[in-house]
């Protein structure tokens, strides 16, 4: 599918429209610099295995590139309800899966997931929970801000019914960003009314606890988690799923003095699952063989990939999809929610290994730079008046 939309994109582009992003809008801008750095330390390193910038290109970069320069704002409503329906869809078929309805296939798809950790489609439960955590916190907007009762109870219990699903998974990542997130909004809508604070924090903490109780894998998962620690600090054992995790930052100062690490660019994108590897398996123990040089992290990952300017475009381009400036109150909701998840699901995961995070990322990017850009330059016509 995106093969065939690049071909269509390039017959039917208007080529002064990405000359007018990079010039009205710096997360287009620094996304096409940070694209580039990356491609430069390939080169630099003189690696010729782009497979991993390929990955990068296909499903991050591109679908930018043609979904910015393509859609119009009043598209955007119906691609966030497609998204949202879509998250129904998996929902339904996600309890499905748990009452074991539906075990190995649905219309001719394999199902991944099992009774015990019901995921319908994605690879894993790290991105599908993650989604997850996305859908919740739109719906979470959409609910206090309808004022059709119907719709308020359709909401009411699609969220409900998502929150449960999300703690029905193994998935600790939806978790956390779903409760990092749920914390910074409450905290950017509601830092004037202390009482709705208090509420707010009582309600999300009653309902992690609600889940710790009563999902089995919710439990487990959150022990599991505290002896992982225990054991990294009291044996220096990171042969566990936490511990692993927990390396990463460990490993950081040997990344730094290794001879194929250059502080300005890197060891190479291309090349920093091979030279992570060799330092896991000499620092941490052969059993990080199994890990082939992942990091669990997408910041060291671009840090030991490309270096420091790597790492310094990528914050400005988080940083810039939080200030720039966004006059509907809904899309700049949804532009919270999803930067605040995804930019804290990059703590536990490299979102630019998994390719749906990389779409999904590259989809609520271009919403974001199309509105921002309408926004800003409708601004600057103003002032001009």
Known sequence: MINNLFYIWLLTLNYKKITFFIN????????????????????????????????????????????????????????????????????????????????????GFNIVGNKYNPVPFLPSHME???????????????????????????????????ITNLFLTTGRTGQFTLLGTLFILIFIYLR???????????????????????????????KQGYFDIVKVIEDKNYNTSFGVRLSSYILIPKIIQN?????????????VNSVVQKIQV?????????????????????????????????????YYLIVTKIKDDYLNYVRYSFVFIVFLGGFTENMFRQKEIMMLGAIFISIIIVVSTKYNIMGKTDEKK
């Open 24 to 107: 009205a809008n710096r997360i287009f801008l620094f996304i096409l610099i940070f694209a580039a750095w990356i491609l430069i330390g390939c080169i630099f390193t003189l690696n010729n295995d782009y497979n991993s910038y390929d990955i990068f290109f296909k499903y991050f970069l591109l679908p930018i590139l043609i979904i910015s320069t393509t859609i119009k704002k009043e598209h955007i409503q119906y691609i966030i309800s497609a998204f949202l329906l879509g998250m129904f869809i998996n929902e339904i078929i996600s309890y499905g899966i748990y009452f074991e309805v539906i075990k190995s296939q649905i219309f």
């Open 282 to 318: 000499n620092e941490i123990g052969s059993f990080m063989k199994g890990q082939l040089g992942h990091l669990h992290n997408s910041y060291i990952t671009i840090f030991a990939g490309t270096g420091l300017i790597g790492l310094i475009l990528l914050l400005l381009i988080w």
């Open 192 to 222: 004037h009314n202390y009482k709705y604070i208090i509420l707010s924090f009582l309600t999300i903490i009653f309902i992690f606890f609600m889940g710790f109780f009563f999902s089995d894998n919710v439990n487990k998962r959150l």
């Open 128 to 162: 599908y929970t993650l989604f997850l955590s996305l859908a919740i916190v739109i719906s979470v907007f959409s609910f206090f801000n309808t004022d059709s009762k119907v719709i308020k109870i359709i909401l009411l219990v699609f969220t409900l019914t998502m």
């Open 259 to 271: 001879e194929d690490f250059n502080i300005l660019y890197g060891t190479g994108y291309s090349k």
